[in-house]
């Protein structure tokens, strides 16, 4: 899909796999925008599935960010939902399991990864 649409990405339109994401700044630029994207995808003979496209709204969810006309935020669902979780079970060497909180896990591993960089 991002090769197909290569030509339109970053002027109005962003991709990732099959997702397309098109900006416009006025409903008539948004036609257009609509019309080119989509004549793309016929001439490679690829086809959106019409129930799971919107058309012409002021935001929308994308990969975890709330997309509106006036700004790109975290979806602060998805911020929740982390902190729901519990402490993950992580395993130190074949002698010991232990619980472990995410910033006690993030205190281990950082460090590691700075090490591996060097």
């Known amino acids: 899909m991002h090769h ?9 339109v962003v991709v990732y796999f099959d997702d397309i994401l098109i900006y416009s700044l006025t409903i008539e630029n948004h036609k257009e925008h609509v019309r080119q994207v989509l004549e793309t ?49 992580v395993r130190y060497g074949a002698f010991m399991d232990s619980l472990v909180s995410i910033e006690d896990l993030l205190k281990i591993l950082v460090p590691l990864l700075h090490l591996s960089m060097r």
Do not use: M, Q
């Open 4 to 12: 197909v649409l290569r030509p339109l990405i970053g002027k109005f």
């Open 41 to 89: 995808l016929r001439k490679e003979k690829l086809y959106a599935n019409a129930e799971k496209c919107v058309f012409a709204i002021d935001h929308i969810d994308f990969l975890g960010f709330v997309v509106s006309s006036k700004r790109v935020h975290v979806d602060e669902k998805k911020v929740a939902t982390i902190g729901l979780h519990p402490p993950i079970l």
